[in-house]
């Protein structure tokens, strides 16, 4: 069968590569891929918001399988339209993507169907969003409905700040993603992530991870998509793992259905582990990243009849092996990430770096131009391995991490710090 990915970061790179792997892939093509997947698959420009550009491909093409990367195109309806033309694409409707677009809905869906979170309130008024804060007290959290690009979050410590939060969200600070906003109770916990795929009705649980949000050592700074992950993350517990099956993904699963509009695609559940149990943060509707290129790593099974059974039902019958060891992935981003960066710096000695058969390194802003790697994005480079412990996995990828030579890039130095030091107690 012919494939078609969409996306061009890290996390498709990753799913490419694990695709490639299947007896099921025949030709792979990437839209627009990146500097790195030119051995897996056939790298083409094609504007995922052209939606009958999408479909003409898929038609010259022979593509029984469309997996769709990134939230932009599952929220813009690119699944909607692909179904009405009987393509199998693999992620959400564009109103099941609402789990991920609008945090009042799934705040919304959280209250009805009884789903733990943190206590909020909706608000497209500045002056009620001040009350509500005024009443529940601070710390608290602000965020805009929409999606922010991960940016849309404000953690208030006073009330100043959440006033100044609600004023700059509200005044248009993130365009239409902020016309509405959501503020919610504080959550105090360690953070994980879930992920399952659903076919509307059963579920496949996938794996755990945990990642490196902010920018700096130590995780301070400005958030960023991410600067590293790990998976598993030791803090899911099978008994936590089973916990956030039946009090989070199956009744929005459940939720969904009655909605009129079943979740088909991933389930990324962002938790916080409180002395309660798990509570939902978020949910995004794809696969992470870079949590994905440490769960493509760690998946023992093919992805492809995973994918497919999410479109077309009977995911919970598709068998799904890991290998044990965990694994972890150090980002490399262009110097000033997630500020403002030079572009188009050469990337050099990959070949060499990538020697380490338990290591890989999955592309994300980089293309290719006469043999040569260039920097072209703020998160450029995925260092992935994997060990018997996370501190072996850590210890291969910074290996790997020190034969590139790009001194134009940078990446923190301690990611999955806190699964080494459990394992070191
Ligand atoms: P989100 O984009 O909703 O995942 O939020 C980004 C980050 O903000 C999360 O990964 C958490 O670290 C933090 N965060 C969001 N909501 C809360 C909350 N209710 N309590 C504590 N931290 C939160
Ligand atoms: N790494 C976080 C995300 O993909 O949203």
Known sequence: MNILVIGSGGREHALVWKISQSPLASEIFVAPGNGGMEELARCVSLNSSDHDAVVDFCRQHNIGLVVVGPEAPLVDGLVDRLDKENITAFGPSAYAAQLEGSKGFTKDICAKYDIPTAAYGRFDDAAKAKDFVNKKGTPIVIKADGLAAGKGVIIAENSEQAHAAIDDILGGQFGAAGAELVVEEFLVGEEASFFALCDGDKILPLATAQDHKQVGEGDTGPNTGG????????????????????????????????????????????????????????????????????????????????????????????????????????????????????????????????QDEQCYIFHAGTKKEDGKIRAIGGRVLNITATGDSVKSAQKRAYAAVDQID??????????????VSREEN
């Not at 969904?256 to 509570?279: C, N, R, S, W, Y």
């Not at 044990?324 to 060499?352: C, F, H, T, W």
């Not at 990446?411 to 699964?419: K, S």
């Open 406 to 419: 790009w001194s134009a890039g940078f990446c923190r130095r301690d990611i999955g710090w806190r699964a």
């Open 227 to 354: 600067m590293g992950a790990y998976s598993p993350a030791p803090v899911m517990t099978d008994h936590m793992i089973q916990r956030t099956i039946d009090e989070i993904i199956l009744p929005t699963v459940r939720g969904m259905k009655q909605e009129g509009h079943p979740f088909k695609g991933v389930f990324f559940a962002g938790l916080m582990i409180t002395d309660k149990g798990p509570e939902l943060i978020e949910y995004n509707v794809r696969f992470g990243d870079p949590e994905c290129q440490v769960l493509m790593m760690r998946m023992k099974s093919d992805i492809v009849p995973a994918l497919i059974a999410c479109a077309k039902g009977g995911v919970d019958q598709v068998e799904m092996d890991w290998h044990d060891s965990p694994a972890l992935a150090v980002v490399m981003a262009a110097e000033g990430y997630p500020g403002s960066y030079e572009k188009n710096s050469e990337i050099r000695n990959l070949e060499q770096a990538a």
